[in-house]
């Protein structure tokens, strides 16, 4: 079965620019995740009784997450900070200023928290505590964190909100906590209004920002993630369960992933961890 289940998986493809284009590597983890998924229930339904051969597939050589690599260093996200200059989405679109500021926010928070793309357009302003200097982020199963904000992103976090935020066209009231807008020009009257920023549009527009900067290690906001987590990793403040918490991972063995560092110093991180996560039980 197992067999069948791998060739299944090689014969997906995926159409772009009108032509078949085989899958990720990631992308035929989710397939198989999926796959795992159904048999877990057929399992748990007595519908069947061997093992479940997809889970058996994932964790075979082929389906196993490789190291993250490719990150950027410090120097080259100063570097970006430093030579912010976006072009406009549109030329003469009025909003060019507030939207290069937000932008300008949005990577100075994805480089100082690592938060992940959908938390980011999750982000409400009553989420924001000035006094602590930290944020509320929803993070995947809707699992609620702190994230701590360092100074200058705050500085740059607090002018947006006060300066910037205000100035976009009035929020649609579903969306009027949003922290990061986009505006809106309807068509038929005419009226400006503001939606939360949507994903797409986050994506786009981090992209952008790199491109422009001259990156090629990556152009989305997970780049900016990948090399949070392992300049984190590389300070030797912050250990792997440290940095699973403020990542927001479920497993260690996901940030695991995010580090440069010496396999013996993984292993003795990995190893304090359970230790710890023992001894809490």
Known sequence: ????????????FKMVKGKPVKLSSASQRTYLSTISSFYTWLIDIKKITQANPAAVLMRSKRFKKSPIG???????????????NVPPQ???????????QRDHCIIHLLGASGMRRIEMHRLDIRGYDRDKQSILVKGKGNKIRTIPIPDTAATVLCHYIDNVRPLYPTPIPSDAFALFLRP?????????????????????????ILAKAGITKGRGPHTLRRSYGV????????NLRLVQE???????????????????????????CFRERGSDK
């Open 1 to 12: 079965m197992e067999a069948f289940i791998s060739t299944y998986i090689d014969s997906i």
């Open 246 to 272: 403020i990542l927001g991972h479920a497993d260690v063995s996901t940030t695991q992933r995010y580090t440069s560092l010496s396999n013996k110093l993984i292993e003795e991180q990995t190893r304090d």
């Open 90 to 100: 549109r030329k003469g679109t009025r909003y060019y200023d507030i939207m290069n």
């Open 184 to 208: 809106i020009k309807d068509i038929e009257t005419g009226n400006e209004y503001s939606i939360r920023m949507p994903l797409s549009n986050i994506t786009d527009r981090v992209g952008r």
């Open 70 to 84: 490719n990150n950027l260093q410090e120097s080259e996200f100063k570097t970006i900070m430093e030579n912010f």
């Open 231 to 238: 300049w984190l990793l590389e300070d030797s403040n912050y």
